[in-house]
């Protein structure tokens, strides 16, 4: 029983899954070739896929305007749901304000969302 729960401590999310740790690999390097890094479809601060983590404040980043309501100066919620991801401002309600950075917020948990159940069906 104690050798299981130790398996289970060093077994982390990233090393359970190889998908994700050679995609992290390959968009790092990418990204150090000039790859956008709100293209990213996995991590690199939270080094997980970007659905799993886009509702971190850390996605938040106003001077790009990625999560970020500019008329209201106000962080997006994100709802990720199985196939997309949903931008929502909760101070004006309107939606996702239809901007190109949050439009690549979407697109990119789209594809991360793809990315990590194409792996689970690998399976
Ligand atoms: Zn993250
Ligand atoms: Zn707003």
Same mark, same amino acid.
């Given at each position: 029983?104690?050798? @299981?729960?130790?398996?289970?401590?060093?077994?982390?999310?990233?090393?359970?899954?190889?998908?994700?740790?050679?995609?992290?690999?390959?968009?790092?390097?990418?990204?150090?070739?000039?790859?956008?890094?709100?293209?990213?479809?996995?991590?690199?601060?939270?080094?997980?896929?970007? !659905?799993?983590?886009?509702?971190?404040?850390?996605?938040?980043?106003?001077?790009?305007?990625?999560?970020?309501?500019?008329?209201?100066?106000?962080?997006?919620?994100?709802?990720?749901?199985?196939?997309?991801?949903?931008?929502?401002?909760?101070?004006?309600?309107?939606?996702?304000?239809?901007?190109?950075?949050?439009?690549?917020?979407?697109?990119?948990? @789209?594809?991360?969302?793809?990315?990590? !159940?194409? !792996?689970?069906?690998?399976?």
């Amino acid at each position: 029983m104690r050798r @299981r729960a130790h398996l289970r401590l060093v077994t982390s999310h990233e090393a359970g899954d190889p998908t994700l740790t050679a995609v992290l690999s390959a968009e790092d390097l990418a990204e150090e070739l000039g790859l956008d890094p709100h293209a990213r479809v996995t991590c690199g601060l939270h080094r997980r896929w970007l !659905h799993e983590c886009v509702g971190s404040p850390d996605h938040v980043i106003p001077v790009t305007g990625h999560r970020w309501c500019r008329p209201c100066g106000s962080p997006l919620e994100v709802f990720v749901d199985e196939t997309t991801a949903r931008l929502f401002c909760p101070r004006c309600g309107t939606g996702t304000p239809d901007t190109a950075a949050n439009r690549q917020v979407v697109r990119a948990c @789209r594809t991360s969302l793809a990315a990590s !159940h194409a !792996h689970v069906r690998a399976l």
